[in-house]
């Protein structure tokens, strides 16, 4: 399974910054989709995460800022952030909760990163 982002950048206090993230590879299902970050000297954490029905999750640092949408003819995630402060800088990865074709048990996958940082 292949996770490409894009849509990372620099940009000032109080902008937004939409990421995307396409899987592709031999998926057999999809049971959910996600996005973690993570800030220089602290844990991944949870951002957002959309259900294949259609169920999002945020983190309540992000709620009301932030949505996660869900493309599933295209395998792709996407994360439309709004209002984005200073402590929102982090590298942001896009997560996939599923199955590929032969293989029974469920796994994540993970993307390679994209930057985001927030000037104030």
């Known amino acids: 399974v292949q996770l490409v982002e894009s849509g990372g950048g620099l940009v000032q206090a109080g902008g937004s910054l939409r990421l995307s993230c396409a899987a592709s590879?031999?998926?057999?299902?999809?049971?959910?989709m996600g996005w973690y970050r993570q800030a220089p000297g602290n844990q991944r954490e949870l951002v957002a995460v959309i259900s294949s029905g259609g169920s999002t999750n945020y983190a309540d640092s992000v709620k009301g800022r932030f949505t996660i949408s869900r493309d599933n003819t295209k395998n792709t995630v996407y994360l439309q952030m709004n209002s984005l402060k200073p402590e929102d800088t982090a590298v942001y990865y896009c997560?996939?909760?599923?199955?590929?074709?032969?293989?029974?048990?469920?796994?994540?996958?993970w993307g390679q990163g994209t930057q985001v940082t927030v000037s104030s």
């Open positions: 590879g031999s998926i057999f299902s999809i049971n959910a």
């Open positions: 997560n996939l909760r599923g199955r590929i074709f032969g293989i029974i048990k469920e796994y994540d996958y």
